[in-house]
């Protein structure tokens, strides 16, 4: 497996986990973006590809007959919120593997749910799933889709501390032999472990998982998507979750 875990303190002045913006000028909920393009549209210091999405295809290999194309219009399968202000409603009924919620009421607080309601005053959201961990504890994923979470897939997953002080996105690279098969969701659940997450959530994986970074020439793709099959390449997707670090007084970042 290539695996690749960025570590965030959530107690750091200045840090804190942001959603992408909607963007309704398609006629649906977000516009299209690789996350590469939504780190830089966002000034975010670091993102990973976000939640589910549709309309989709995946394509022909190596093709460009995929959906959504970039700045296509596209609309997330669960609930999203940024800056307070509702960009998905609570969907309860699109997909199964969304029982899960990522809630964001400010630079420390930032806490895992079920379901898909954070609750009055939260300032940023995302539903994704299924969620793999709960106060440490194991969660079935059988009842959604067995053979979704026991094959090895590219995976995106965020896992928080017991204290909700470190929070760790972890990407594992997937669908290339020879380089990296990817994790099935106990594998997945086994490396959030690891680090020390004692809850955890998967996001959309597959072709959508990317871990992009600033970087000196704009940005880093720190992994290697495979969308439409092709190594290297990324996939527009919905909507993603950053990371944003202001500078501290000499100019570097936390």
């Known amino acids: 497996m290539a695996i690749h875990v960025l570590q965030i303190d959530l107690a750091a002045p200045g840090v804190s986990l942001v959603v992408t913006p909607g963007d309704p000028s398609k006629g649906h909920e977000y516009r299209a973006l690789k996350t590469s393009e939504a780190l830089l549209a966002n000034d975010w210091q670091a993102a990973v590809n976000g939640g589910y999405f549709l309309p989709f295809s995946g394509g022909s290999p190596g093709g460009d007959d995929y959906i959504p194309q970039p700045g296509q219009g596209t609309d997330v399968s669960g609930a999203a919120i940024h800056n307070g202000r509702v960009v998905s409603p609570i969907e309860p009924d699109l997909d199964r593997r ?16 079920d379901g898909q309601d954070c609750g009055p005053r ?14 440490g504890r194991r969660l079935s994923y059988t009842t959604f889709d067995a053979t979704y979470g026991a094959a090895r897939h590219p995976r995106t997953a965020l896992g928080l501390d017991a204290r909700r002080r470190l929070a760790w996105l972890v990407t594992v690279d997937g669908r290339q032999p020879g380089f990296s098969e990817g994790a099935s969701l106990d594998e997945l659940t086994d490396i ?57 007084s000499d100019g570097a970042r936390p």
């Open 98 to 113: 969304v029982n899960a919620i990522l809630c964001i009421w400010g630079e420390a607080k930032v806490v895992i749910r």
């Open 122 to 135: 939260v300032r940023e959201a995302m539903a994704a799933g299924p969620r793999l961990l709960k106060d």
């Open 192 to 248: 959030l472990i690891s680090l020390g997450a004692r809850d955890a959530i998967n996001l959309d994986g597959g072709g959508s998982t990317t871990m992009v970074v600033e970087s000196a020439s704009g940005h880093l793709v720190l992994n290697r998507p495979i969308h439409t099959g092709v190594p290297g390449r990324e996939r527009p997707s919905a909507n993603h979750l950053g990371v944003r670090a202001r500078p501290l």
